[in-house]
């Protein structure tokens, strides 16, 4: 079955890099996403990047994809105060229509 | 264009009652998806209606139900409510993949 993991906590000052990772074990995925949750709030979908990709660049946001060793990463570059909230990487297998999280990784921005 | 809204925003129950929990989809999105995150945890699949009809399920047992309206906007029904149903319900609508979420419910039962 799926298995998706995070590390639990992060914390970086205000203006460094922020890099997030998470490990997944089923090699079906398809599309691999994050979501940042803030607190009291719904999950806003910020990238995905489709699985026959390696890199996917936005702004602030960078996704690395190493499908070989079924990992993801999000850099967040010129990390702000308003970054902070819990991360969450999420897969679609195929086949499959549903989304599957990790535990989430929250994020403390320090100014 | 509106987004996704549920209601209540929060909700607080007794053991052995029962739930609704409303969620209109986005404009032009003809699936809705739901998701109950505990506290701590991330969101976990619990079914989702296509079209008025379900369209997969997660590990979770029939006392847990649902419905989608012809406007494509649904309900998650729990029967027998339990302590560890307490959690936030989270919605989310789609039209081809990309899964917009909704603010979600807190539950909390006692």
């Known amino acids: 079955g799926e298995d998706v993991e995070q590390s639990l906590f992060l914390s970086v000052r205000e203006g460094d890099s922020s890099v997030i990772n998470c490990t997944y074990t089923?090699?079906?995925?398809?599309?691999l996403y994050w979501y940042k949750q803030e607190p009291g709030a719904g999950l806003q979908l910020l990238t995905y990047?489709?699985?026959?990709?390696d890199m996917k660049q936005d702004q602030r946001l960078t996704v690395l994809l190493n499908k070989k060793d079924k990992h993801l990463s999000l850099r967040i570059a010129d990390t702000q105060t308003g970054d902070s909230a819990i991360y969450f990487c999420a897969e679609i297998t195929t086949g499959a229509n549903n989304l599957f999280f990790g535990t989430g990784t929250r994020l403390t921005v320090i100014p | 264009e509106t987004g996704v809204t549920q209601s209540p925003t929060h909700l607080i129950k007794t053991r052995g009652q029962q739930v609704t929990l409303r969620c209109s989809s986005q404009?032009?999105?003809?699936?809705v998806s739901w998701y109950q995150q505990a506290l701590g945890q991330g969101p976990q699949f619990i079914f989702q209606?296509?079209?008025?009809?379900?369209?997969g399920r997660g590990n979770f047992p029939p006392r847990f139900s649902g419905l989608q309206f012809p406007n494509y906007s649904s309900e998650l029904n729990v029967n027998a409510l339990e302590l560890d149903d307490s959690a936030l319900y989270l919605c989310?609508?789609?039209?081809?993949?990309?899964?917009?979420f909704g603010p979600g419910t807190r539950l909390t039962v006692l």
């Open positions: 209606y296509y079209r008025e009809e379900e369209n």
């Open positions: 404009s032009g999105h003809n699936t």
């Open positions: 989310a609508s789609s039209f081809t993949g990309e899964q917009f």
């Open positions: 089923d090699s079906s995925s398809t599309y």
């Open positions: 990047i489709f699985s026959n990709m």
